[in-house]
C-alpha cells in the first residue's frame, strides 16, 4: 500500500491521474479525499480531471455524468483547462454526444486552446461512433496531413465506412494507411474489408485487396469471398481478376461447380470474348459439370443483340467441333439457337438447328425446340411449327408445358381450333395448364368462332384459382352465340355469382385500368 505522507503533492497528482486513467476507482478515489482532507487542496482542475478521466470507463463512464462534472467546474467559477477539455473530448469518444462535444470545442475556440494530437483523435473517434463521417474526415485529414495520424485511428476509419457502405472513401483512407504508417493493416481488417467490398461488387476495392493481399500470399479467404471475388470480376468484366480467383480455387483443390463456370463465362461475355466464353463452356462440361440453360444467359443475351455476335458464336463452335474429342455441349448450341430467334434472326436459328448435327453430337432437346418454337410464334411459321413437333416424336424428345404452350399459340394466331383444343387436351391429360396469356387467348380465340370450347377452358382456369372476372366481362360483351345458350354456361362458370363479388371490390384506378 502507498504511503501518501512519504510523497510530494505533485507526485499525488501524477498518481491521481495515472489512477483515472487506468480506471481504478478505489485509489482514485482515495488520493482526491487524501489531498484534499490532509493536504488543505481545494476543488481545482486537476481534481476535476481525475474524475472525468475516470469516466472512460465503458462500464462505469457515461457523457451525462461527465457534463454534470463539467457544470459543477463552471457553477463554482472554476475555468476548465485546455486538459481539462481534452480529458472530456477523451470521454466523448467512448461516449458519443454530439451537443456537448461542440460546446467543448468552442469554449476551447473561444480561448485559443490548441488541439493536441491526442484530442484530436478523440474527436474523430467521438465523431466516427456518431456516424458524423464528414466533420470526422475533415479533422482525420487534419492528422494525416501533419502526419501525426495513429494505425488505429486509420482502421476505425475504415471499419466505419465500410458499415456505412461508403467503399470508396474506405478505399481511399486504407491506401493512405498503408502508405504512411509502418506496420500494415490487421489480416481481419483486410479480411473484412474484401469480405465487404465485393458483396457489394465495388471492383476497384475488390482487386485492389486481392492484388496486394492475396496474390502476394498474405491473406487467405475462405471460400465463401473468393466466389464474391469472382461474381464482382464477371460484373465488371475483369477477366484476369476472375482467372487468377478460378486459378487460386484450382490450387486449394476446390471441386468446381456451376456457379464458378458460370462466372467465369460471364467475366469474358462482359468484355465481349465470345471465343473464349463458350470455349470455357466446354471447358465445364469435360469436367463432368452439364452446362444448363442459365449457364448460358449471358452468352445467349449478348449474341442476340448482334446477328454477326449469334453467326460468329456458330462458327466458334463449329471450329471446336472439329477438334478431336472436343465435345460441344448441348447448351452451347442452344444458347446460339436462342440468340438468334432473339435477335430476329429465325432464318439463322432453323440453319444452325439444320447444322446441329455437325456440331453437337448430343443432338437437340427440348430446350432447342422451345427456343425455335419461339421464333415460328413469333414469325407466324406454322408450318415450321408442326415440322418441329414432328421432329421431336422421330426424336424422341420429350416435351414440357412450353412446349404445348408454343403450339398452342401457333395454333391460336392461325384460328386452328381444333388444333389447339388438341394440343389443350394432351397439355390437361399430363396436368399442365397453359400460361395466362395463353389462356386468355384461347378463350377469346374460341369465343369470336362461337365456339362453346371457350367456356370449358374458361372454367379450367377458375378451378385453377385464377382470376378471370375481368375475362368474363369481356365474353358477355363479344359473345355472338346464342343467348340461351350463353346464360346456360354463364351458370356453370358461376358468372354471375362472380360479378355479385366483383360488385363489392374496393374502387381503385388500378383495378379500373386493367
Partial sequence: MVNYEELPTHILYEKLRAYALGLKKSPTKAIIQYLIQNRGEGPNPQLYSALILYNTSAEDGSAPMTRALWDEMRAARIEPTSSNCEDVLKVLSVHPDYLFRHEVLDYMNERWFKLSVDALHDVVAGTLRERQLEFALDKLEELIEQRDAKPWIYDMAVYVLVEAGELNEALRILKLR??????????SLWHHFLDQA?????HEATEYVWKSQVESGYLIPPSGIC??????????????????VFRFLGDRKTVFNHSHYEMLIDA?????DIKTALHILCVMNDAGVV??????????YYMSEEQRRSRWGFKVLYQLAQQKDKKIPRAGINAVIEASVRGAHFEDALEQYKALHAVCKFGPDRHTFNALLKGAVANDR????MFLAAEMGA????????????LLLICIADKDCDGAMGYYGDMRARGWLPRRGTLNALVKTFALRKDLRAFKVLQDMVD???EVWKLKGWLRDHWEGPQYELDALFGSVDFEKDFDEDATRPMSIKAMSG
Fill in 198 to 202: 465485393s458483396s457489394l461488387y465495388n
Fill in 268 to 272: 469474358y461475355v462482359a468484355t465481349g
Fill in 227 to 244: 466466389e464474391n471475388v469472382m461474381a464482382t470480376a464477371a460484373r465488371h468484366g475483369d477477366v484476369q481478376l476472375a482467372t487468377d
Fill in 395 to 406: 426424336l424422341k424428345v420429350k416435351p414440357d408445358s412450353l412446349t404445348y404452350d408454343r
Fill in 464 to 466: 385453377a384459382g385464377h
Fill in 178 to 187: 498503408v502508405a504512411n504508417c509502418l506496420n500494415g493493416p490487421s489480416s
Fill in 291 to 300: 452446362p444448363s440453360l442459365p449457364s448460358t444467359r449471358s452468352l445467349t
Fill in 382 to 385: 406454322k408450318d415450321i411449327a
